[in-house]
């Protein structure tokens, strides 16, 4: 007994995402073959690999390939191969589904972006798989039978919100995806899949590095004859040819194949290892963030092959994470076909691949630095953030990490600065590189500790990127200079400031004493300031003091950090505190006096962008005093 034909419903996103690929203004839509092809292709790496390690498996490997088929009557093109196939279960949970990382950030973006064109070329940023199939067919067929299993399914669609599945007695071991093409529309981008010359066009353009044969009917066959096939790709291996012979173009498709991005990448580079450990290495930086660089299930992108046999994706043991984003092949002529991932974590070999993959990336953005300096500005800009955190993952290599670093700063709002334009500009006698971090730039630039190193021409870094917090405190300096946060510890911009000081700090003695036990709730001193110029008042930290941003993103990580005080500093060239001085000499016990202090401390904390304790009181005192004014 059979069971009937099931209907299911697409989950949620792979209905929308479905919806986007009917409707698809997309130019391209000849990739719907490369995306059949590359997935075909895997089905059989996949069978490949699994055949050798299950010597029991019942399965078929005398003659792996793929073949495309065209019916010009019927208006279909199928592609077929004989690799792992899928059961009914992996039919639903793959076909059906959408298990990406990124997918609702994907589809948030679409419905964000207002016009038809905007939310196409996400399409190319985020890739659609096998669901490109609906670009440029309304009806779509796969039968499908599992390798080592004796029942196949067919799964059948048109892409509207439900797919049917049934059983098949008689499917080949393999996966066939067959697409009823809609009709030819030129204009619309679609033309005619049936047609050999233009599948065969397609096939070298987008697959011809597949390492499968990727089989055709021979256009000419002899009258009544069943035609012969040909394989149409060269199966060429682009990392086993010499750079002169490959194009960037083949570089390009290749990219695209393995990185699942529709779009070139920013940069293509090879290393060539010779001698007792030999390998190649094909890699490429794309030219734009995937939308789960900073999620957790996001995949590392270096693939390992041995001897052109492909072994994983994802291989962790090759790249760092905080060069996650760095696509490509490995392929090492001396590792085991068997080799597993817990074996490539301590293969000594493995560790001095990667060391000198590492040096390469690092190398290459260097390069780009100096001789492309646009690219590299798009590289930063997409890259930075995770390459900063490399700056604490990566000691080895800190130093050459912070050269090809570059950071926002005072000195123009528009361009960002390397650290070594940063030092070559510095003031003469300045010692150290100043920076504020903080969430925004401009509650950066607005802050009142900007102010007298605005005032006095210092040069600061402004970081807001949160892996920002954490490296400044990790990294002993650039150069031989050290890194200090211009909200921290004592600052003295000249000597003259000095001298002034040291006279004021008499005059204001008392007030310092009787302000740092007012406050002592909230900040553990009270004491003047030489940053401040228009102000009257700001927070600071002590040098080895945590900011509140970080302890912050501490708590939203769930750990537990205890309060920490901080010392408020106060302008006494400020009317405001010059005001208290003497308020407070003439009615030390006025309460009034106190609420001052208090105003004034709350102030320096909104300044920087913090959070009062208690803002209703805050409001209270404020409208007070407001309605005195008045
Ligand atoms: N010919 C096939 N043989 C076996 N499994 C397949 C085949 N085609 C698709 N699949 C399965 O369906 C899944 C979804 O395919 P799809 O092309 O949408 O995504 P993907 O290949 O994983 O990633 P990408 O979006 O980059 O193509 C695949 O991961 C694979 O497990
Ligand atoms: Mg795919």
Redesign the pocket.
Known sequence: MTTPTQTFEFQSEARQLLQLMIHSIYSNKDVFLR??V???S??LD?LRLESFRDKDLDADTDDLHVEIAVDAEQRTLS?R?N????TRD??IG??GT???SGTAEFLKKVKESKDAAGSQDLIGQ???????SFMVADKVT?V?RRAGTSEGVRWESEGEGTYTIEPVEDAPQ??T?TLHLKPEDTEDHLFDYTSTRKVREIVKRYSDFITWPVKMAAEKAEEGAEPALETVNSMKALWARSSSEVEQSEYNEFYKHI??DWNDPLETFRIQAEGTFEYQALLFIPAQAPLDLFMRERKRGVQLYVKRVFIMDDCEALMPEYLRFVKGVVDAQDLSLNVSREILQQDRQIRMIRRRLVKKVLQTVKTMMVENPENYAKFWGEFGAAVKEGLLDDVDNRDSILEIASFASTHDADAPTTLKDYVARMKEGQEVVYYLTGESRSLIENSPHMEAFQAKGFEVLVLTDPIDEMWVDAVSGFDGKQFQSIAKGEVDLDSEDEDRNAEAKKDFADLMTWMTTTLSENVKEVRLSSRLTTSPACIVGDSYDITPTLEKMYRAMGQEVPKQKRILELNPTHPLVTGLRTAHEARPEDEAVAETAELLYGMALLAEGGELADPSRFIKLMAQRLQHSL
């Open positions: 995306e059949l590359s997935n075909a895997d089905a996949k592609v191969d690799g792992i196939g899928m992996e039919v793959l076909i959408i298990a990406k985020f890739g659609v798989g096998f669901y490109a796969l499908t393999g996966t995806v990185s699942h």
